[in-house]
């Protein structure tokens, strides 16, 4: 069974920490990886995608590596600020199960001023 | 274009009432996805369309479910005879071929 594993559920950091996100996978035939962001009740907002072809990918803040290889993936986030504070989830496209995305459950950052 | 749209925001209803949700995907979308949210976990996948052929399904959704992309533009999402463990957020996403997933804000449903 192809899963996604987002490790930890939960972190809590001071303003101005840099930090980490993981994210595992369990088949390295993957279409690509896409980090998403998700504030309470809400939708998601696309952060990063990342193709299959590619290493990494950079948004301001922002930096999502990719190895394939290993099944993992991990969103850094650079001098973290309050309004940081959300669920941030990765999904992949596995490449040999059809087009759907497949979810973590996410986790949980929560930025103290 | 302003997005993915879904409607309504909020729904709630009595057991064993019928449900129908609404997504207005990015247009030059050809892949518009259902996704199921419950409380402290990951989307679920449900279903999508590419154009208007339905061409996967969870078997999360059962018989009670059902979905339409008429002439490949809007979907919606029917639950027929609804129960308390249908209440979810129902996720619409769109996408042009494998590139970035947007997706819409949600519809609440709260089965009472």
């Known amino acids: 069974k192809q899963e996604v594993t987002q490790i930890p559920a939960a972190l809590s950091v001071p303003e101005g920490e840099n930090l980490v996100l993981n994210c595992s996978f369990t088949?390295?035939?993957?279409?690509?990886l896409q980090w998403f962001r998700q504030d309470p009740g809400k939708g998601l907002t696309s952060l990063l995608l990342?193709?299959?072809?590619?290493r990494e990918q950079t948004s301001g803040r922002l930096n999502a590596s990719l190895d394939k290889s290993s099944g993992r993936s991990t969103l850094y986030i650079a001098a973290s600020q309050p309004g940081d504070s959300a669920t941030y989830l990765c999904?992949?496209?596995?490449?040999?199960?059809?087009?759907?995305?497949?979810f973590g459950k996410g986790t949980s950052l929560l930025v103290t001023p | 274009d302003t997005g993915v749209s879904q409607n309504p925001r909020h729904k709630i209803t009595k057991r064993g009432q019928n449900v129908t949700f609404r997504c207005d995907p990015i247009?030059?979308?050809?892949?518009l996805y259902w996704y199921r949210q419950t409380l402290g976990q990951g989307p679920e996948f449900l279903t999508y369309?590419?154009?208007?052929?339905?061409?996967?399904k969870s078997r999360l959704l059962s018989d009670r479910f059902s979905a339409e992309r008429p002439k490949g533009s809007f979907s919606t999402l029917e639950i027929q005879r609804t129960e308390q463990g249908d209440s979810a957020m129902y996720l619409c996403?769109?996408?042009?071929?494998?590139?970035?997933?947007?997706f819409g804000q949600g519809t609440r449903l709260t089965v009472v």
């Open positions: 999904a992949v496209v596995f490449s040999n199960s059809g087009y759907a995305l497949n």
């Open positions: 088949d390295s035939a993957i279409y690509n």
């Open positions: 990342i193709q299959s072809s590619q």
């Open positions: 247009s030059e979308h050809n892949r």
């Open positions: 369309f590419q154009n208007e052929a339905q061409l996967e």
């Open positions: 996403a769109s996408i042009w071929g494998v590139s970035e997933a947007f």
